[in-house]
């Protein structure tokens, strides 16, 4: 589903946010990565979703060599992709119901399947009573839960999440979690940068741990450190 | 993709209203370069309407008898054409004069009907070799007293004046407008801009979820179309109001009636407007077109 083939990123010729990295992930996956910050986590996201381009090497997102699509692809691309943020990343002047609908909306779906996937995605993340509050209204847990429903709302074949825990308490932490699993039990490959040690300690799922830009570790079941 | 057309619609709309002010600004600023362009083209109009039978350096014109016979024709035609003197002979005839009649006096129905096509003169227009005006004038006054000629009428040295003053005025508007243009389509930029910044949040998760370029584009281009055509319209409606009062000058001020030929007619003020509609929507569209590919980066 994805691969990195000895790719390197350099940001203004002298930062190596990732030095020749190579990592195959497959289908329905759940993959952690961690280290500490600046370690190239976040870079390692976004050069999935072609937010950065690689300085070197090759990287393949369902098949496709994304470093040669052109950029009026990209959209489409990304399509396949739901992001999910520490800082949620919703708009804070739509009602929950419309920031999930949004998604819907400008890959221009058909408003009836808006008016039945979104109600349906929210009774999934747990929020059905929360439809027409807007995101200030909401607890942090909440409006995690919500950017989950945007990002999924679209039926992606990968979820990307960028320390979607950062911003949360344990236990709200554990019900983010949970959601994530579920997601990834419908065949949605999951790849999330943490530094969440109890996370990924109880999850024991594969993890992949970055020190400035090498993959030192990858390892299926494992641990934090 | 297919753009839902009440998508479009609403965040146009919406954009429009959020950035009113500076909608409005960009609007006038349009308006304002788009009336003053049209005004010159008016003015351009008029002068070249009351100037037209002096065109292509003609310097006087013989008028002959409405009933001066063929011979009489053909032999101030043959002392024109064989004199040195003169570069270019045109003959009007009499039906040739009745059309240039009834497009100089079209605001005066009762002078068109009281003349019929028989009693109008057939002329010569002489664009003469000289541009000496004694010797114009002394190569005109020849042919005064040929039989059969009616009079000589020279271009007033004030239609000259006028065309060479016309001819400032008319750059100089049209540089004004030109600047002015260059102002609008910064403002209709800048514009957009603040819309897009006030929207960068919602623009950066529309790319997130996979909106294409066009989808985030097409509302903010047509924003700038629809400031550019509002300020058309206002300049259309400015130069409609020039040319009414025009008209009215011209056709209530007895002393003027001798220039009635610089009435404005309704295909000119028409072929005005179309410019002016064309020139709106460019520097709307350019303008938003411009600030979009600078700043949404996609």
């Keep these: 589903m994805i691969r990195l083939e000895?790719?390197?990123?350099?940001?203004?010729?002298?930062?190596?946010?990732l030095r020749n990295a190579s990592v195959d992930i497959q289908k329905g996956e759940f993959v952690f990565l961690v280290g500490a910050s600046g370690s190239g986590k976040s870079t390692f996201i976004r050069l999935l979703n072609k937010e950065e381009e690689p300085t070197d090497g090759r990287i393949y997102v369902a098949g496709k060599d994304i470093a040669q699509l052109n950029s009026w692809k990209v959209p489409y691309l990304r399509r396949n992709i739901g992001c999910v943020f520490q800082d949620f990343k919703l708009l804070p002047n739509k009602t929950?119901?419309?920031?999930?609908?949004?998604?819907?909306?400008v890959i221009g779906r058909p408003g009836h399947v808006v008016k039945s996937q979104v109600p349906a995605i929210l009774e999934l993340v747990g929020l059905s009573k929360k439809i027409e509050n807007f995101p200030d209204e909401l607890s942090g847990g909440e409006q995690q839960r919500v950017s989950i429903a945007r990002a999924f709302v679209n039926r992606p074949l990968i979820l990307l999440a960028d320390e979607p825990t950062g911003n949360l308490d344990p236990a709200t932490s554990v019900g983010i979690?949970?959601?994530?699993?579920?997601?990834?039990?419908?065949?949605?490959?999951?790849?999330?940068?943490?530094?969440?040690?109890?996370?990924?300690?109880?999850?024991?799922?594969r993890v992949i741990e970055l020190d400035?830009?090498?993959?030192?570790?990858?390892?299926?079941?494992?641990?934090?450190e | 993709m297919a753009l839902k057309i009440n998508y479009v619609a609403r965040e146009t709309g919406s954009n429009l209203w959020r950035n009113i002010s500076l909608t409005v600004a960009s609007m006038l600023t349009v308006a304002v370069s788009?009336?003053?362009?049209?005004?010159?083209?008016?003015?351009?109009?008029?002068?070249?309407n009351a100037t037209a039978r002096w065109k292509g350096g003609?310097?006087?014109?013989v008028f002959m008898n409405p009933t001066a016979n063929d011979d009489q024709l053909a032999s101030v035609r043959k002392a024109l054409e064989s004199s040195p003197e003169v570069r270019k002979v045109e003959f009007v005839d009499k039906t040739a004069a009745y059309e240039e009649f009834r497009t100089l006096f079209a605001r005066q129905p009762e002078l068109l009907d009281a003349v019929d096509q028989n009693a109008m003169p057939p002329s010569f227009k002489v664009a003469p070799a000289s541009s000496d005006a004694d010797v114009i004038s002394a190569l005109g006054k020849q042919f005064e007293n040929d039989p059969g000629v009616r009079e000589v009428v020279f271009a007033f040295e004030t239609v000259r004046t006028m065309q060479?003053?016309?001819?400032?005025?008319?750059?100089?508007?049209?540089?004004?407008?030109?600047?002015?243009?260059?102002?609008?389509?910064m403002l209709i930029l800048n514009t957009i801009r603040m819309a897009m910044f006030a929207r960068r949040r919602e623009i950066e998760v529309m790319k997130?979820?996979?909106?294409?370029?066009?989808f985030i584009r097409v509302p903010f281009m047509l924003e700038g179309l629809i400031q550019g055509v509002l300020g058309a319209f206002v300049a259309m409606g400015t130069t409609w109001v020039l040319k009414r009062v025009f008209d009215t000058w011209l056709s209530n001020n007895q002393d003027l009636r001798i220039f009635q030929g610089f009435a404005i007619s309704s295909g000119q003020l028409v072929s005005t407007w179309v410019l002016l509609l064309f020139f709106g929507c460019l520097v709307g569209t350019l303008g938003s077109g411009l600030a979009v590919s600078r700043y949404l980066d996609v």
């Design chain 2, 58 to 61: 003609i310097e006087f014109i």
């Design chain 1, 96 to 105: 929950v119901f419309e920031n999930v609908a949004f998604a819907l909306e």
């Design chain 2, 164 to 185: 060479r003053f016309s001819q400032y005025v008319r750059w100089g508007i049209l540089g004004v407008s030109v600047v002015l243009m260059v102002a609008a389509l």
């Design chain 1, 6 to 17: 000895n790719v390197s990123k350099v940001y203004k010729g002298e930062v190596h946010a």
């Design chain 1, 212 to 224: 400035r830009g090498n993959i030192i570790r990858d390892q299926s079941r494992g641990v934090y």
């Design chain 2, 208 to 214: 997130l979820v996979g909106a294409t370029n066009w």
């Design chain 1, 177 to 205: 979690m949970r959601l994530l699993d579920r997601i990834n039990r419908t065949g949605t490959t999951v790849v999330m940068a943490t530094h969440d040690r109890g996370i990924v300690d109880t999850m024991r799922r």
């Design chain 2, 34 to 48: 788009l009336s003053l362009f049209g005004g010159a083209q008016i003015i351009y109009h008029g002068i070249g």
